[in-house]
Protein backbone atom coordinates (compact mmCIF):
# COMPACT_ATOMS: atom_id res chain seq x y z
CA UNK A 1 0.00 0.00 0.00
CA UNK A 2 1.51 3.84 -0.78
CA UNK A 3 2.72 5.84 1.67
CA UNK A 4 0.36 8.82 1.14
CA UNK A 5 2.55 10.99 2.81
CA UNK A 6 2.67 14.70 1.00
CA UNK A 7 6.03 15.47 1.94
CA UNK A 8 10.05 13.24 1.17
CA UNK A 9 10.96 11.63 3.90
CA UNK A 10 13.58 14.46 5.32
CA UNK A 11 17.22 14.13 4.04
CA UNK A 12 19.85 13.77 7.20
CA UNK A 13 22.65 16.73 6.40
CA UNK A 14 25.41 18.15 8.94
CA UNK A 15 24.31 22.17 10.68
CA UNK A 16 24.68 24.66 8.21
CA UNK A 17 27.19 26.56 10.44
CA UNK A 18 29.00 23.28 11.19
CA UNK A 19 29.22 22.45 7.78
CA UNK A 20 30.33 25.94 5.86
CA UNK A 21 33.86 25.40 7.95
CA UNK A 22 34.60 21.77 6.67
CA UNK A 23 34.84 19.34 3.36
CA UNK A 24 32.90 16.73 5.27
CA UNK A 25 29.84 15.75 2.60
CA UNK A 26 26.32 17.80 3.03
CA UNK A 27 24.09 15.53 2.98
CA UNK A 28 24.41 12.37 5.19
CA UNK A 29 22.19 9.51 2.98
CA UNK A 30 18.95 7.74 4.49
CA UNK A 31 19.01 4.84 6.69
CA UNK A 32 17.63 1.77 5.64
CA UNK A 33 14.24 2.41 7.24
CA UNK A 34 14.09 5.97 5.90
CA UNK A 35 14.72 4.77 2.62
CA UNK A 36 12.09 2.22 2.90
CA UNK A 37 9.37 4.53 4.36
CA UNK A 38 10.67 6.88 1.28
CA UNK A 39 10.48 3.61 -1.39
CA UNK A 40 6.74 3.09 -0.08
CA UNK A 41 5.49 6.92 -1.05
CA UNK A 42 5.78 5.43 -5.04
CA UNK A 43 2.56 4.26 -6.99
CA UNK A 44 4.41 2.11 -9.16
CA UNK A 45 2.28 3.78 -12.00
CA UNK A 46 1.52 1.71 -15.14
CA UNK A 47 2.88 4.42 -17.31
CA UNK A 48 6.11 5.38 -15.63
CA UNK A 49 6.85 9.08 -16.59
CA UNK A 50 9.95 8.85 -14.29
CA UNK A 51 11.60 7.03 -16.77
CA UNK A 52 11.30 9.29 -19.56
CA UNK A 53 12.70 11.91 -17.61
CA UNK A 54 16.25 9.51 -17.04
CA UNK A 55 18.68 10.02 -20.24
CA UNK A 56 19.92 6.23 -19.34
CA UNK A 57 16.79 4.71 -18.72
CA UNK A 58 17.03 3.59 -15.31
CA UNK A 59 14.60 1.06 -14.57
CA UNK A 60 12.77 3.27 -11.60
CA UNK A 61 9.52 1.91 -9.90
CA UNK A 62 11.47 -1.67 -10.28
CA UNK A 63 14.13 -0.59 -8.36
CA UNK A 64 12.01 1.26 -5.94
CA UNK A 65 9.57 -1.32 -5.13
CA UNK A 66 12.83 -4.20 -4.23
CA UNK A 67 14.60 -0.90 -1.90
CA UNK A 68 10.46 -0.71 -0.59
CA UNK A 69 11.13 -4.72 0.50
CA UNK A 70 14.53 -4.07 1.76
CA UNK A 71 15.93 -6.23 -1.05
CA UNK A 72 18.43 -3.39 -1.67
CA UNK A 73 21.21 -5.68 -3.26
CA UNK A 74 18.50 -6.35 -6.20
CA UNK A 75 17.39 -2.67 -6.31
CA UNK A 76 21.31 -2.07 -7.11
CA UNK A 77 21.45 -4.97 -9.81
CA UNK A 78 18.26 -3.06 -11.31
CA UNK A 79 19.89 0.10 -11.25
CA UNK A 80 23.48 -0.67 -12.64
CA UNK A 81 21.67 -2.66 -15.83
CA UNK A 82 21.77 0.61 -17.16
CA UNK A 83 23.67 3.31 -14.88
CA UNK A 84 27.21 2.29 -14.10
CA UNK A 85 27.49 5.12 -11.84
CA UNK A 86 24.62 5.45 -9.42
CA UNK A 87 26.61 6.65 -6.61
CA UNK A 88 27.96 9.84 -8.24
CA UNK A 89 24.04 10.54 -10.12
CA UNK A 90 22.42 10.09 -6.76
CA UNK A 91 24.39 12.97 -5.75
CA UNK A 92 24.83 15.52 -8.81
CA UNK A 93 22.10 14.39 -10.60
CA UNK A 94 19.43 17.27 -11.45
CA UNK A 95 16.52 15.22 -10.54
CA UNK A 96 14.47 17.89 -9.92
CA UNK A 97 14.35 18.57 -13.55
CA UNK A 98 14.43 14.59 -14.97
CA UNK A 99 13.03 11.81 -13.34
CA UNK A 100 11.50 13.84 -10.30
CA UNK A 101 10.25 16.25 -12.55
CA UNK A 102 8.27 13.55 -14.10
CA UNK A 103 6.92 11.60 -11.12
CA UNK A 104 2.90 11.38 -11.20
CA UNK A 105 2.86 12.47 -7.02
CA UNK A 106 4.68 15.16 -7.37
CA UNK A 107 1.86 16.42 -9.43
CA UNK A 108 -0.50 16.38 -6.80
CA UNK A 109 -0.95 20.21 -5.34
CA UNK A 110 1.49 20.55 -2.29
CA UNK A 111 2.55 17.13 -3.01
CA UNK A 112 6.92 16.43 -3.61
CA UNK A 113 7.79 14.27 -6.36
CA UNK A 114 8.88 10.64 -4.83
CA UNK A 115 12.73 11.11 -3.14
CA UNK A 116 14.32 9.13 -6.04
CA UNK A 117 17.78 10.53 -6.43
CA UNK A 118 17.83 9.87 -2.98
CA UNK A 119 17.06 6.35 -2.99
CA UNK A 120 19.52 6.19 -5.73
CA UNK A 121 22.13 7.53 -3.65
CA UNK A 122 20.98 4.61 -0.79
CA UNK A 123 21.37 2.03 -2.96
CA UNK A 124 24.62 2.55 -4.29
CA UNK A 125 26.17 3.31 -0.96
CA UNK A 126 24.27 0.15 0.89
CA UNK A 127 26.16 -1.87 -2.02
CA UNK A 128 29.46 -0.28 -0.83
CA UNK A 129 29.60 -0.77 2.25
CA UNK A 130 27.33 -4.74 2.38
CA UNK A 131 27.69 -5.61 -0.84
CA UNK A 132 30.08 -8.58 -2.96
CA UNK A 133 31.25 -7.41 -6.35
CA UNK A 134 30.28 -10.22 -9.02
CA UNK A 135 33.18 -11.19 -11.34
CA UNK A 136 32.30 -10.46 -15.29
CA UNK A 137 33.40 -13.55 -17.86
CA UNK A 138 34.45 -11.11 -20.40
CA UNK A 139 35.08 -12.96 -23.61
CA UNK A 140 37.30 -10.53 -25.75
CA UNK A 141 37.02 -9.21 -29.54
CA UNK A 142 40.56 -8.31 -30.34
CA UNK A 143 39.22 -4.70 -31.16
CA UNK A 144 40.96 -1.72 -29.73
CA UNK A 145 39.31 1.75 -29.24
CA UNK A 146 40.14 4.77 -27.70
CA UNK A 147 38.22 7.15 -25.11
CA UNK A 148 39.58 10.82 -24.92
CA UNK A 149 38.60 12.29 -21.48
CA UNK A 150 38.06 10.02 -17.96
CA UNK A 151 34.76 12.29 -17.58
CA UNK A 152 32.00 10.68 -17.19
CA UNK A 153 31.00 10.65 -20.87
CA UNK A 154 34.19 8.85 -21.43
CA UNK A 155 33.91 6.14 -18.13
CA UNK A 156 30.73 5.16 -19.50
CA UNK A 157 31.54 4.73 -22.90
CA UNK A 158 34.92 2.79 -21.78
CA UNK A 159 32.89 0.67 -19.75
CA UNK A 160 30.12 -0.18 -21.95
CA UNK A 161 32.42 -0.96 -24.48
CA UNK A 162 34.51 -2.96 -21.97
CA UNK A 163 31.88 -5.06 -21.27
CA UNK A 164 31.20 -5.65 -24.71
CA UNK A 165 34.47 -7.57 -25.19
CA UNK A 166 36.58 -4.52 -26.84
CA UNK A 167 40.18 -3.67 -25.35
CA UNK A 168 39.90 0.38 -24.56
CA UNK A 169 41.88 2.76 -23.82
CA UNK A 170 41.22 6.23 -22.13
CA UNK A 171 43.75 8.90 -22.49
CA UNK A 172 43.67 11.49 -19.65
CA UNK A 173 45.01 15.22 -19.69
CA UNK A 174 45.52 15.56 -15.97
CA UNK A 175 46.94 13.16 -13.44
CA UNK A 176 44.29 12.15 -12.09
CA UNK A 177 41.11 10.25 -13.60
CA UNK A 178 37.11 11.12 -13.15
CA UNK A 179 37.36 14.64 -14.75
CA UNK A 180 34.81 16.83 -14.03
CA UNK A 181 34.08 14.19 -11.17
CA UNK A 182 37.58 15.22 -9.83
CA UNK A 183 38.22 18.89 -10.67
CA UNK A 184 35.28 20.30 -10.55
CA UNK A 185 32.69 19.29 -7.78
CA UNK A 186 33.68 19.94 -4.37
CA UNK A 187 34.67 17.33 -1.73
CA UNK A 188 31.21 18.23 0.36
CA UNK A 189 29.05 17.33 -2.90
CA UNK A 190 30.91 14.71 -4.14
CA UNK A 191 33.63 12.59 -2.06
CA UNK A 192 36.64 11.69 -4.46
CA UNK A 193 36.95 8.25 -3.04
CA UNK A 194 33.62 7.46 -4.35
CA UNK A 195 34.54 8.97 -7.60
CA UNK A 196 37.99 6.67 -7.22
CA UNK A 197 35.89 3.25 -6.68
CA UNK A 198 33.70 4.27 -9.08
CA UNK A 199 36.63 4.68 -11.92
CA UNK A 200 38.47 1.40 -10.35
CA UNK A 201 35.09 -0.23 -10.78
CA UNK A 202 35.72 0.43 -14.52
CA UNK A 203 39.21 -0.39 -14.35
CA UNK A 204 38.51 -3.78 -13.28
CA UNK A 205 36.00 -4.27 -16.25
CA UNK A 206 39.92 -4.35 -17.92
CA UNK A 207 39.73 -0.37 -19.42
CA UNK A 208 43.44 0.87 -19.03
CA UNK A 209 43.86 4.80 -18.05
CA UNK A 210 47.04 6.50 -19.32
CA UNK A 211 46.94 9.92 -17.59
CA UNK A 212 49.00 12.98 -18.14
CA UNK A 213 48.18 12.63 -22.22
CA UNK A 214 46.96 15.80 -24.10
CA UNK A 215 45.15 14.52 -26.98
CA UNK A 216 45.67 17.36 -29.73
CA UNK A 217 49.53 17.89 -28.33
CA UNK A 218 50.71 14.75 -26.85
CA UNK A 219 48.93 12.42 -29.66
CA UNK A 220 46.68 13.30 -32.04
CA UNK A 221 43.19 11.55 -32.88
CA UNK A 222 44.78 10.89 -36.85
CA UNK A 223 48.17 9.33 -35.06
CA UNK A 224 45.90 7.15 -32.78
CA UNK A 225 43.78 5.88 -35.86
CA UNK A 226 47.57 4.81 -37.55
CA UNK A 227 48.34 3.09 -34.08
CA UNK A 228 44.99 1.07 -34.58
CA UNK A 229 42.15 2.08 -32.61
CA UNK A 230 39.28 1.39 -34.82
CA UNK A 231 36.77 3.82 -33.17
CA UNK A 232 37.57 6.88 -31.18
CA UNK A 233 35.08 8.45 -28.55
CA UNK A 234 35.75 11.96 -27.60
CA UNK A 235 34.59 13.06 -24.10
CA UNK A 236 36.76 15.53 -23.49
CA UNK A 237 34.51 17.84 -21.71
CA UNK A 238 34.10 21.82 -21.37
CA UNK A 239 36.90 23.22 -19.65
CA UNK A 240 37.80 26.71 -21.46
CA UNK A 241 36.29 28.96 -19.41
CA UNK A 242 34.77 32.37 -20.19
CA UNK A 243 34.98 36.03 -19.11
CA UNK A 244 32.80 38.98 -19.14
CA UNK A 245 35.57 41.05 -21.38
CA UNK A 246 35.35 43.98 -18.08
CA UNK A 247 38.26 45.99 -17.26
CA UNK A 248 40.35 44.77 -14.68
CA UNK A 249 40.11 41.01 -15.61
CA UNK A 250 43.97 40.24 -15.39
CA UNK A 251 44.24 41.36 -11.82
CA UNK A 252 45.51 39.37 -9.13
CA UNK A 253 43.07 37.87 -7.25
CA UNK A 254 40.97 36.92 -10.06
CA UNK A 255 40.08 33.37 -10.61
CA UNK A 256 38.26 31.48 -13.89
CA UNK A 257 35.68 28.89 -11.04
CA UNK A 258 37.38 26.09 -13.00
CA UNK A 259 40.83 26.90 -12.11
CA UNK A 260 39.70 27.95 -8.48
CA UNK A 261 37.49 24.67 -8.21
CA UNK A 262 40.87 22.61 -9.57
CA UNK A 263 43.13 24.00 -7.41
CA UNK A 264 40.76 23.33 -4.54
CA UNK A 265 39.23 19.89 -5.57
CA UNK A 266 42.04 17.87 -7.46
CA UNK A 267 45.10 19.64 -5.73
CA UNK A 268 43.69 19.88 -2.61
CA UNK A 269 44.16 23.27 -1.92
CA UNK A 270 42.59 23.49 1.45
CA UNK A 271 45.01 21.64 2.92
CA UNK A 272 47.90 24.06 2.07
CA UNK A 273 50.61 23.73 2.85
CA UNK A 274 50.00 19.87 3.38
CA UNK A 275 49.66 20.18 -0.42
CA UNK A 276 51.39 22.84 -2.73
CA UNK A 277 48.63 24.59 -4.12
CA UNK A 278 47.79 27.49 -2.17
CA UNK A 279 44.54 29.53 -2.84
CA UNK A 280 45.00 33.04 -1.85
CA UNK A 281 41.14 33.84 -0.12
CA UNK A 282 40.45 37.13 1.02
CA UNK A 283 37.33 38.35 4.06
CA UNK A 284 35.38 39.01 1.33
CA UNK A 285 34.72 37.38 -2.02
CA UNK A 286 32.88 37.41 -4.93
CA UNK A 287 31.62 35.09 -7.46
CA UNK A 288 30.01 36.48 -10.84
CA UNK A 289 27.56 33.68 -12.35
CA UNK A 290 24.24 31.83 -10.32
CA UNK A 291 25.04 28.27 -12.26
CA UNK A 292 25.45 25.49 -10.07
CA UNK A 293 29.25 25.94 -10.38
CA UNK A 294 28.77 29.76 -9.16
CA UNK A 295 27.35 27.56 -6.48
CA UNK A 296 30.31 25.22 -5.78
CA UNK A 297 32.86 28.33 -6.25
CA UNK A 298 30.72 30.24 -3.58
CA UNK A 299 30.15 27.54 -1.05
CA UNK A 300 34.15 26.74 -1.29
CA UNK A 301 35.19 30.04 -0.56
CA UNK A 302 33.05 30.61 2.70
CA UNK A 303 34.51 26.94 3.74
CA UNK A 304 38.14 28.23 3.29
CA UNK A 305 37.88 31.60 5.59
CA UNK A 306 35.55 34.05 3.74
CA UNK A 307 33.61 36.25 5.81
CA UNK A 308 31.66 37.85 3.32
CA UNK A 309 30.59 35.54 0.13
CA UNK A 310 28.69 37.12 -2.68
CA UNK A 311 26.55 35.57 -5.98
CA UNK A 312 26.33 38.32 -8.16
CA UNK A 313 24.00 37.77 -10.92
CA UNK A 314 22.21 40.09 -13.43
CA UNK A 315 19.27 38.39 -13.33
CA UNK A 316 16.16 38.00 -10.39
CA UNK A 317 15.79 34.97 -8.60
CA UNK A 318 13.20 32.89 -11.01
CA UNK A 319 15.93 33.30 -13.30
CA UNK A 320 18.81 31.82 -11.12
CA UNK A 321 19.78 28.63 -13.16
CA UNK A 322 21.79 26.35 -10.34
CA UNK A 323 19.48 23.84 -8.51
CA UNK A 324 16.79 24.53 -6.16
CA UNK A 325 18.78 22.27 -3.63
CA UNK A 326 22.20 24.36 -4.08
CA UNK A 327 20.62 27.53 -3.94
CA UNK A 328 19.16 26.22 -1.01
CA UNK A 329 22.23 24.90 0.90
CA UNK A 330 24.32 28.16 -0.34
CA UNK A 331 21.70 30.42 1.54
CA UNK A 332 21.56 28.05 4.56
CA UNK A 333 25.54 28.30 4.80
CA UNK A 334 25.55 32.47 4.66
CA UNK A 335 25.92 33.21 0.94
CA UNK A 336 25.07 36.66 0.42
CA UNK A 337 23.04 36.40 -2.89
CA UNK A 338 23.03 40.10 -4.97
CA UNK A 339 20.74 39.61 -7.71
CA UNK A 340 19.74 42.25 -10.79
CA UNK A 341 23.56 43.13 -10.30
CA UNK A 342 26.03 42.99 -13.14
CA UNK A 343 30.11 43.52 -12.58
CA UNK A 344 31.10 46.69 -15.22
CA UNK A 345 34.89 47.11 -13.63
CA UNK A 346 37.31 45.10 -11.70
CA UNK A 347 39.53 48.04 -9.72
CA UNK A 348 43.34 47.07 -8.17
CA UNK A 349 45.71 48.46 -6.39
CA UNK A 350 49.53 47.32 -6.63
CA UNK A 351 48.32 44.49 -9.20
CA UNK A 352 45.81 42.78 -6.52
CA UNK A 353 42.29 42.83 -6.97
CA UNK A 354 40.73 45.81 -4.33
CA UNK A 355 37.37 46.68 -5.69
CA UNK A 356 34.25 45.47 -8.22
CA UNK A 357 31.90 48.16 -9.22
CA UNK A 358 28.67 47.04 -10.35
CA UNK A 359 25.35 48.40 -11.74
CA UNK A 360 21.80 47.52 -10.67
CA UNK A 361 19.80 45.92 -13.41
CA UNK A 362 16.15 45.73 -14.04
CA UNK A 363 14.10 43.38 -16.16
CA UNK A 364 12.56 44.22 -19.61
CA UNK A 365 10.98 42.46 -22.34
CA UNK A 366 11.52 39.28 -23.13
CA UNK A 367 15.09 38.08 -24.85
CA UNK A 368 14.86 35.60 -27.66
CA UNK A 369 15.58 32.71 -25.19
CA UNK A 370 12.23 33.73 -23.38
CA UNK A 371 13.67 35.12 -20.80
CA UNK A 372 13.29 39.05 -19.65
CA UNK A 373 16.07 40.73 -20.93
CA UNK A 374 18.14 42.62 -17.64
CA UNK A 375 18.82 46.32 -18.23
CA UNK A 376 20.71 48.56 -16.80
CA UNK A 377 19.09 51.32 -14.36
CA UNK A 378 20.83 54.49 -14.64
CA UNK A 379 22.79 55.90 -12.35
CA UNK A 380 22.78 53.07 -10.26
CA UNK A 381 26.53 51.79 -9.72
CA UNK A 382 28.25 51.14 -6.74
CA UNK A 383 31.16 49.34 -5.13
CA UNK A 384 31.84 46.24 -3.22
CA UNK A 385 34.81 46.03 -1.42
CA UNK A 386 36.97 42.77 -2.80
CA UNK A 387 40.21 40.60 -2.92
CA UNK A 388 38.83 38.09 -4.33
CA UNK A 389 36.77 37.64 -7.89
CA UNK A 390 35.52 34.05 -9.54
CA UNK A 391 33.87 34.16 -13.03
CA UNK A 392 31.33 31.45 -13.26
CA UNK A 393 29.89 32.19 -16.62
CA UNK A 394 29.96 29.46 -18.24
CA UNK A 395 32.85 27.32 -20.20
CA UNK A 396 33.31 26.11 -23.78
CA UNK A 397 35.50 23.14 -25.07
CA UNK A 398 39.27 23.32 -25.22
CA UNK A 399 39.87 24.46 -29.29
CA UNK A 400 43.01 21.73 -29.06
CA UNK A 401 41.20 18.72 -30.75
CA UNK A 402 39.60 20.82 -33.18
CA UNK A 403 42.51 22.56 -34.37
CA UNK A 404 44.35 19.33 -34.85
CA UNK A 405 42.09 16.96 -36.20
CA UNK A 406 40.88 17.57 -40.02
CA UNK A 407 38.21 17.01 -40.89
CA UNK A 408 35.59 17.17 -37.77
CA UNK A 409 33.06 19.52 -38.38
CA UNK A 410 32.46 21.93 -35.18
CA UNK A 411 30.04 24.79 -34.19
CA UNK A 412 31.21 28.55 -34.14
CA UNK A 413 31.43 28.23 -30.35
CA UNK A 414 33.53 25.55 -30.53
CA UNK A 415 31.45 22.10 -29.90
CA UNK A 416 31.75 19.09 -31.83
CA UNK A 417 28.93 18.38 -34.56
CA UNK A 418 27.53 14.93 -34.02
CA UNK A 419 24.72 12.66 -35.46
CA UNK A 420 22.27 12.73 -32.27
CA UNK A 421 21.01 8.71 -32.72
CA UNK A 422 24.88 7.92 -33.19
CA UNK A 423 27.07 10.29 -31.46
CA UNK A 424 29.05 9.98 -34.57
CA UNK A 425 31.28 12.81 -35.93
CA UNK A 426 31.83 13.92 -40.04
CA UNK A 427 35.29 12.55 -39.02
CA UNK A 428 35.14 8.22 -39.95
CA UNK A 429 35.43 6.40 -36.59
CA UNK A 430 35.55 9.22 -34.14
CA UNK A 431 32.61 9.88 -32.00
CA UNK A 432 31.86 12.41 -29.90
CA UNK A 433 29.03 13.03 -26.57
CA UNK A 434 28.86 15.33 -23.24
CA UNK A 435 29.78 18.78 -22.71
CA UNK A 436 32.16 18.78 -25.86
CA UNK A 437 29.29 18.39 -27.90
CA UNK A 438 26.64 20.31 -26.05
CA UNK A 439 28.71 22.46 -24.21
CA UNK A 440 28.43 22.90 -20.14
CA UNK A 441 25.49 20.54 -19.20
CA UNK A 442 24.57 17.77 -16.91
CA UNK A 443 27.11 14.41 -15.28
CA UNK A 444 24.01 11.97 -16.30
CA UNK A 445 23.61 13.89 -20.21
CA UNK A 446 26.72 13.05 -20.64
CA UNK A 447 26.72 9.40 -19.43
CA UNK A 448 24.15 9.00 -21.85
CA UNK A 449 25.80 10.24 -24.71
CA UNK A 450 28.77 8.15 -23.60
CA UNK A 451 26.66 5.12 -23.49
CA UNK A 452 24.35 6.10 -26.99
CA UNK A 453 28.82 6.27 -28.71
CA UNK A 454 28.95 2.94 -27.06
CA UNK A 455 26.46 1.38 -28.61
CA UNK A 456 26.79 2.99 -31.82
CA UNK A 457 30.08 1.71 -32.25
CA UNK A 458 29.59 -1.61 -31.12
CA UNK A 459 27.34 -1.92 -34.15
CA UNK A 460 29.54 -0.02 -36.93
CA UNK A 461 32.10 -2.10 -35.36
CA UNK A 462 30.43 -6.00 -35.71
CA UNK A 463 29.30 -5.03 -39.29
CA UNK A 464 32.66 -3.65 -40.85
Known amino acids: MPNMSLEKVKMPEQDPQVRNKNFDEVSLGYTPEQAMEEATRCLNCRKPFCMQGCPVGVPIPEFI ?3 AHGEFEEAYETITRENALPAICGRVCPQENQCEGQCIRGKRKGAESVGIGRLERFVADYHREHGTKKLLNIEKNGKKVAVVGSGPAGITCAGELAKKGYDVTVFEALHKTGGVLSYGIPEFRLPKSLVQQEVDGVAELGVDFETNVVVGRS ?3 DELQEQGYEAIFVGSGAGLPRFQGIPGENLNGVYAANEFLTRVNLMKGYEFPNHPTPVKITDTVCVIGAGNVAMDAARTAKRLGAKNVY ?5 GAEEVPARAEEVHHAKEEGIIFKLLTN ?41 IETGTVIVSIGQSPNPLIRQTTPGLDTQRWGGIIVDEETMKTSKDGVYAGGDVVTGAATVILAMGAGKKAAQAIDNALKNK
Open 311 to 315: IVYRR
Open 219 to 221: ITI
Open 343 to 383: PVKIEGENGWVKSMECVEMELGEPDESGRRRPVVKEGSNFT
Open 65 to 67: QHV
